[in-house]
């Protein structure tokens, strides 16, 4: 496999989710992206716009097994990770897996779940393993969250720590779809819904090739710099109290050798730094006080920090 074959594995995703979500391109590439950079999505909107079965049609895509979690204020970890039961006719305990072990977990309205049942999955996003009882469980080698949250409703939530929005590869909204996109839409629907019809395009073997092939793609020196130097301006600017961590710096450059696939290229160029550096690095920054008190919007303040950045030349 190569360049062609990657935009290939993209593109059987790319034509099969259109099929289901329509007229969202960009967004299906970001999430692609994200599937082939092993990282993990939190899609921030208002209900009704696809954020579930967009999670659907990824897994279905790939065959692969698929599991939500439906986030209420009462959930314990446990129910997120499982539960060591004693089994009587062997007298030991036996671990019984809770939905956090399968490829794609779709973590629904996370931000109603405590902080306690949010921490649970603090370990399975970093390291793709979980800890019950003391015993260490490993997670698939395909493994991500999608996780969503509804910007608007804040009543009866709890707003994500820093700590949890920083192990998200991207944060992408869907928005609602353009006027002829939404007829088109009640159409596809009239008898049933399009996603029973979705078949398999690729599987997890042809994935975990393409994560390899992935690595060819060259950052060069000049690349790497401005990167660095892109996180870093989100560290000293008095209107961001606290910027990007190095897992944004990792973020771009993953991304970033990605969108140059999508581009048939074998390099990265700044244009593909400058494409993905608003879904990678707007939710890793927090506003200062007098920020907050103005209309912010983090995706345009990293897009005008992004202008600021020489860019390397040669």
Known sequence: MNIVGINNFRQKLQQNISQVIQGKKDVIDLVIMAVICEGHILIEDVPGTGKTILAKCVARSLNAEFSRIQFTPDMLPSDVTGVSIYNQATKDFEFRAGPIL?????????NRATPKTQSALLEAMEERQ??????THNLPDFFMVIATQNPIEYEGTFPLPEAQLDRFLIRLQVGYPQLDIERSILKSQQFQHPLNELSQVADVDELMRVREEIKIVNVSDKIERYIV??????????????????????????????????????????????????????????????????????????????????????
Do not use: W
């Open 130 to 135: 979980i800890t019950v009882d003391g015993k």
């Open 102 to 110: 399968a490829n794609i977990v779709l973590a629904d309205e996370i």
């Open 229 to 314: 130097n892109i996180v870093t301006k989100t560290r000293h600017n008095e209107e961001i109290y606290l910027g990007a961590s190095p897992r944004g710096s990792l973020a771009l450059y993953r991304l970033g050798q990605c969108q140059a696939a999508f581009e048939e290229r074998d390099f990265v160029i700044p244009d593909d730094i400058k494409k993905v550096a608003p879904s990678a690095l707007a939710h890793r920054i927090i506003p200062a006080p007098t920020t907050r008190l103005s209309d912010f919007d983090p995706e345009e303040m990293i897009m005008d920090l992004v202008d600021r950045v020489p860019v390397p030349v040669g």
